[in-house]
């Protein structure tokens, strides 16, 4: 197992401390379900991110 990856945005829903780490991801095909763990107390989650639309890349201006 790799080592956890620190994530912005997220805090603990437990203790409020700290940013949740990821510490493994799983893909299904548009679903991606990663569990993560909280530094500072034992409390882990499992969040699911899925894909709503794939848009395409902007126009060059000029």
Do not use: D, Q, W
């Amino acid at each position: 197992m790799s080592e956890p990856v620190p994530v912005s945005g997220i805090t603990c829903p437990n203790c409020s401390g700290g940013r949740l780490l990821i510490f493994k991801t799983k893909h299904a095909g548009r679903l991606t379900i990663r569990h993560r763990k909280c530094p500072g107390c034992p409390y882990r989650v499992e969040t699911r991110e899925t894909v709503r639309a794939v848009l395409p890349p902007p126009k060059k201006s000029g």
